[in-house]
């Protein structure tokens, strides 16, 4: 069964006000959704699996735990998931990445793939899918369902700020998903902006309107 956290750490929190400040500029924001990235990087991987091995050190053998489990894939949802990748990467150096573009069919406003390159052992790997913002959810079922076609049977979903709304709908369709938060906030307004929230997450990482 999936569960929901939200990460309240402090330096967490802190860099999250100033993403979430106007005011901040673009080269501002994207070093501090990088950071925050790997702040949460830390706290998913907390549930890795250890085995233990025998080394020498230079003063005596010793049993040490290194990571046993699964190789990780790490997934950005097109376009503004682009901006914590680096982030999740510089704790997971050796994580491949895949990649998934969805857009919202204007008659249906169903999110639909229109671009998805994944590793190509998808069923070795753990994922951990990212996107800084869950208004709605469609954007991120759309985007689990298609690495559960593919063949991916543990994901983690990892965003920045979540509405509600974005949290039920991942709960349903794919009960069995993790999902990682730093902001959990009130509402979406009528356009599908989280409120507050912070903006279009894309055009503020790319500094395009
Ligand atoms: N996507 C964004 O970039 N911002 C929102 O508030 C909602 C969806």
């Known amino acids: 069964m ?3 956290y939200v990460i309240d750490h402090p330096l967490i929190q802190h860099k999250l006000t100033y993403i979430r400040d106007k005011h901040t500029g673009t080269k501002e924001f994207r070093e ?14 907390r549930d890795m699996p250890l085995q233990e091995i025998e080394i020498d050190t230079p003063v ?22 682009i901006g914590m990748v680096d ?12 990649h998934i573009g969805l857009y919202r069919d204007p008659k249906t406003l169903k999110p639909v793939e229109y671009y998805a390159k994944l590793p190509n052992d998808v ?21 689990i369902n298609s690495l ?27 009960p069995d998903v993790d999902i990682y938060i730093a902001g959990l906030d009130e509402k979406l307004n009528e356009k599908g902006y989280i409120v507050p929230g912070l903006g279009d997450a894309g055009d503020r990482l790319f500094g395009t309107k």
Not at 32 to 45: Q, R
Not at 87 to 98: D, E, F, S, T, Y
Not at 151 to 172: Q, R, S, T, Y
């Open 2 to 4: 999936g569960n929901v």
């Open 123 to 143: 069923e070795e790997r753990d994922f951990i899918l990212v996107d800084p913002m869950l208004a709605t959810g469609g954007s991120a079922v759309e985007a």
């Open 32 to 45: 501090l959704v990088d950071e925050v990235a790997t702040l949460m990087a830390f706290e998913i991987t």
């Open 148 to 174: 559960k076609t593919r063949g991916a049977k543990n994901i983690k979903f990892m965003c920045l700020i979540a509405a509600p709304e974005g949290v039920d709908a991942i709960k349903e369709a794919h």
């Open 87 to 98: 982030g999740v990467l510089k704790l997971i150096p050796a994580a491949k990445v895949g």
């Open 60 to 81: 005596s053998k010793a049993k040490a735990k290194i990571l046993s489990g699964k190789k990780i894939g790490i997934v950005p949802i097109l376009r503004a998931g």
